[in-house]
């Protein structure tokens, strides 16, 4: 397998403006991420999960350390060129959708395109393979008010693929939604999985975990356990995280 992403003793130390305290977020991250590969983040609130995926993000930049996307410095990205790359190379998707309401289903599924200056031609021949994989064809010419909370994350999930990025990046994407309609939103990450679509998901549960191929353990800023799916099933590794989780936390205690 190829490595898509590269982290290397990875550190982010925040230094509050009031106190002049400093905050060690990352201590030291290391992680490599495959090609086509699906990997879960959990942790406890203040782990360091978030700011982890907010650097792979390039929305904020690690004190030490090295992090590569497909061979690309993203730490040397300069902050100009920075959401250029961001729509180029990364999808997003985010727990509260972040949708525009006064834009239709279609328009905020285009709007990475239209930003990225493409042409209407192509914008059209992208839009309706991608609409149909996630079952809102029918939705185009609605808004997002309109729309139920699953509907909304599948319009999202759209805008975030439209462009064939090379890394889907999902913070809590099942937060918002009941269960029934996660466990929909968790069967379409892993069919975008099996296109050959690398998915990094930050989540805090179990069961959203438990479709990824991996799931990495964060703890005070550090990767401190994961575990792999191999052959198991969705429910099989369910109860395999459920059983780490537990064994972390008696161990904590």
Do not use: C, W
Request: charged letters at 20%.
């Amino acid at each position: 397998m190829n490595e898509l992403l590269s982290v290397t003793s990875v550190k982010k130390v925040y230094q509050s403006k009031l106190s002049g305290v400093s905050v060690e977020a990352l201590k030291s991250i290391n992680l490599g991420i495959d090609q086509g590969e699906y990997v879960a983040i959990m942790g406890e609130s203040g782990s360091g999960k978030s700011t982890l995926l907010n650097l792979v993000a390039t929305l904020d930049k690690p004190t030490a350390g090295t992090m590569y996307l497909n061979g690309m410095d993203l730490t040397s990205i300069p902050e100009k060129h920075a959401a250029a790359f961001r729509r180029d190379h990364l999808g997003f998707v985010f727990q509260d959708f972040n949708l525009l309401d006064t834009f239709s289903t279609k328009d905020n599924i285009l709007l990475p395109l239209v930003l990225s200056q493409y042409k209407v031609k192509e914008m059209e021949r992208k839009l309706m393979p991608v609409a149909k994989a996630l079952g809102i064809e029918g939705l185009l010419e609605k808004y997002p008010y309109e729309l139920s909370g699953g509907q909304k994350q599948r319009v999202a999930v759209a805008r975030a693929i439209i462009t064939e990025p090379e890394l889907l990046l999902a913070d809590e994407p099942t937060g918002a939604l009941d269960s029934k309609t996660s466990e929909q939103l968790l069967q379409i990450f892993q069919q975008l999985k099996q296109r050959g679509q690398t998915i990094l998901m930050v989540t805090h549960s179990s069961i959203a975990a438990s479709h990824a191929d991996r799931v990495l353990f964060i703890k005070d800023g550090q990767v401190f356990h994961q575990l792999y799916r191999g052959q198991k099933e969705n429910y099989q590794f369910l109860e395999t995280i459920t059983e780490t989780m537990t064994a972390l936390l008696s161990k904590e205690g």
